[in-house]
């Protein structure tokens, strides 16, 4: 069965350094996204892309993160400058339509120290 | 620093019972509803979803009820089963939105 995959599974960063979460989403899906989830708290959105630009994106999302398709296959998010509250589990998703039947992928477990 | 969760509300069934869990929503332009099990340290699995102009739909053991009238939805598990212990999260999406917005949570436990 088709999955989305993430790597790293965990990165550990120090305060101040730059991050890039890599995932690859479903290969027929054409919307992609990104959410985080701090420990024991919910699922919250950050950013859904969609023919290469982003088409919603939260206010967590601000000039630190950015996201890419590099390539046909990967979705990137990068943080620019990791603060300690980033520290959360960061979860990739496609759909093969518009904001519905998302997968999502096992997630990165970011530590910030 | 410490992070401090959100005390989750907890369902604890018998093994081989019905579970019921609820959500309730807020936003009355939500016309797309979804269900996903989430596992300790895993992503949240994809279990059922829901348009706004059905009020019920059923898949495999589950069934989704949704009530537009007082914005509620809810995930019924039939025959609870050990496997089916995890926490539970509704998500809604707008007609034209591109993101699913996530409820709290709720843990199920299935006592054998």
């Known amino acids: 069965e088709p999955e989305v995959t993430q790597t790293p599974s965990h990165q550990v960063t120090q305060m101040g350094q730059e991050v890039i979460l890599r995932c690859v989403p479903i290969?027929?899906?054409?919307?992609f996204y990104w959410y985080r989830q701090i420990l024991g708290q919910k699922v919250e959105f950050l950013v859904s892309?969609?023919?290469?630009?982003?088409?919603?994106k939260s206010e967590i999302f601000d000039d630190q993160f950015s996201v890419e398709r590099p390539d046909g296959s990967n979705f990137t998010l990068k943080i620019r400058s990791t603060k300690l509250e980033d520290s959360a589990m960061y979860f990739c998703?496609?759909?093969?339509?518009?904001?519905?039947?998302?997968?999502f992928g096992q997630g990165t477990r970011l530590t910030v120290v | 620093g410490e992070s401090v969760g959100l005390h989750l509300p907890t369902l604890s069934v018998q093994e081989g019972d019905n579970s019921i869990i609820n959500c309730a929503y807020s936003?009355?332009?939500?016309?797309?509803f979804i269900w996903y099990k989430q596992e300790s340290g895993k992503g949240p699995q994809f279990i059922i979803d829901?348009?706004?102009?059905?009020d019920k739909r059923q898949g495999q053991r589950v069934t989704v009820l949704l009530n537009k009238t007082v914005k509620h939805l809810s995930l019924q598990i039939a025959a609870t089963q050990p496997g089916d212990s995890a926490v539970y999260f509704c998500?809604?999406?707008?007609?034209?939105?591109?993101?699913?917005?996530f409820g709290a949570g709720t843990i199920l436990r299935v006592k054998s």
């Open positions: 998703a496609s759909s093969e339509t518009r904001g519905v039947k998302a997968f």
């Open positions: 936003n009355s332009a939500s016309d797309y």
């Open positions: 892309f969609y023919n290469n630009e982003i088409s919603e």
């Open positions: 829901i348009r706004s102009n059905m």
């Open positions: 998500a809604e999406n707008t007609q034209y939105g591109n993101k699913l917005v």
């Open positions: 290969s027929n899906h054409l919307y």
